[in-house]
């Protein structure tokens, strides 16, 4: 400890170095909601990636980082921004893991983020609206957008001869982004979607609108909701009702949830939600069950990488002001560079603090390619014996 305060007392007093500092990131998600079930996996997620560098020791000079955590609620917008109102101005976050959702991330970017100049970066809010949203340079999401989902059910529902298919989604800006995605994509596809019906979230009986989609038809009902909340209640009602038996899930419905809901009454249904096969999803799910959480939980590896971009974004600025690092924060994704995947992240430190590049490859192969845009990759999943598993990947 007193070689390490000599050397530091010494570079600073040579080059203005920086000072070992308690660096402070906002992990803020939907911790109660319509997605609290998939959320616990996402924070230990971000949190895993926080301790990998605090044993490190390798972040600006010394610099340790804590996680200060916030209810998004996932679906209302006022909560969230009081909340992240809060880790800005009461903690004094220096960066936001998060949101989760689409319309609370839009609302924390456009009221509080930018009012304050934070860098925030979303492991899981998918509506395409965020790719073209004013941000100042402070927002980015290690997620693929519902533009890319849009084309992953499309590519899914033709490889099985599906030509017919209800929609249904959630009321929301998720909801409404993916659906309009998947029918434009779909239709040019030349696939008919026979009806596309919202539906809230919290109601105790939907069977009105299960008989509005039944009356549609299709042979397959499209459910773009959330597996907690109104997603599971028309799947439930579609299934008493023998409206429909045959399920595609996008991501927002893809969790540990769906088994224990329906287990074998969802055999042969299927699905997809961001993943892939890269050496570093398999190294990561190690890390996680080292942890003692699941790895391969949805948006897991991706709030994992989301933390991981803002701590090396820091290094490779030599600061942990969001108005200094956001514009490294696509360096440190995208080649030219090392190679960095999931418990490397001393490695990539490391080299930043030499001047080398790095190219974060992470836990679920991240490479952004526009303002606020992930390239993504998905993993396509059936139901058999009561339970989805990975088939594929997209």
Do not use: W
């Not at 040579?14 to 990131?25: L, R």
């Not at 009012?115 to 809010?125: C, H, K, R, Y």
């Not at 779909?186 to 026979?194: D, N, P």
């Not at 190294?283 to 701590?311: C, H, N, Q, R």
Request: aromatic share 8%.
């Amino acid at each position: 400890m007193k070689k390490l305060m000599m050397a530091t007392t010494a570079m600073t007093m040579i080059a203005g170095a920086a000072i070992a500092e308690d660096v402070k990131i906002g992990v803020i998600l939907g911790f109660t909601g319509p997605l609290e079930s998939i959320t616990p996996a996402m924070g230990a997620g971000a949190e895993l990636a926080m301790a990998e560098v605090n044993e490190s020791g390798a972040l600006l000079d010394g610099s340790s980082v804590t996680s200060v955590r916030g209810d998004s609620t996932c679906i209302d917008s006022g909560a969230a921004t009081a909340a992240a109102e809060r880790l800005v101005t009461s903690d004094a976050v220096n960066a936001i893991m998060g949101a989760d959702c689409s319309g609370v991330t839009g609302a924390i970017l456009q009221n509080v983020a930018r009012a304050n100049g934070v860098v925030m970066i979303s492991p899981s809010a998918t509506s395409p609206g965020l790719s073209s949203a004013e941000d100042d340079g402070l927002f980015f999401r290690t997620a693929p957008s519902d533009a890319r989902q849009g084309v992953i059910i499309t590519n899914i529902l033709q490889d099985r001869g599906v030509e017919e298919v209800a929609l249904t989604y959630t009321n929301n800006d998720y909801g409404k982004g993916l659906a309009d995605a998947f029918q434009a994509e779909f239709e040019a596809a030349g696939g008919t979607v026979t009806i596309s019906a919202a539906h809230e979230d919290g109601k105790a009986d939907y069977s009105a609108e299960v008989g509005a989609l039944a009356s549609a038809g299709g042979e397959v009902l499209v459910v773009a909701g959330y597996v907690d909340q109104g997603g599971s209640g028309v799947v439930r009602s579609s299934l008493d009702s023998g409206a429909f038996d045959t399920f595609y899930f996008p991501d927002g419905m893809v969790g540990a949830k769906l088994n224990e809901n329906f287990g074998e009454e969802l055999n042969g249904s299927y699905g997809a939600y961001p993943g892939t096969d890269s050496p570093g999803a398999a190294k990561f799910v190690e890390l996680a069950a080292a942890a003692d959480f699941d790895g391969t939980g949805a948006f897991a590896p991706e709030s994992y990488d989301a933390a991981a971009l803002i701590m090396l974004a820091m290094q490779a600025a030599g600061s942990s002001d969001s108005a200094d690092f956001k514009d490294h924060v696509f360096d440190v994704a995208n080649a030219p560079g090392v190679e960095i995947f999931p418990g490397e992240l001393a490695k990539g430190l490391e080299l930043l603090a030499a001047g080398e590049a790095i190219d974060y490859v992470g836990a679920s192969a991240v490479e952004l390619i526009g303002p606020g845009e992930s390239a993504g990759n998905y993993q396509e999943i059936e139901f058999a014996d009561g339970e989805y598993a990975t088939i594929g990947y997209r």
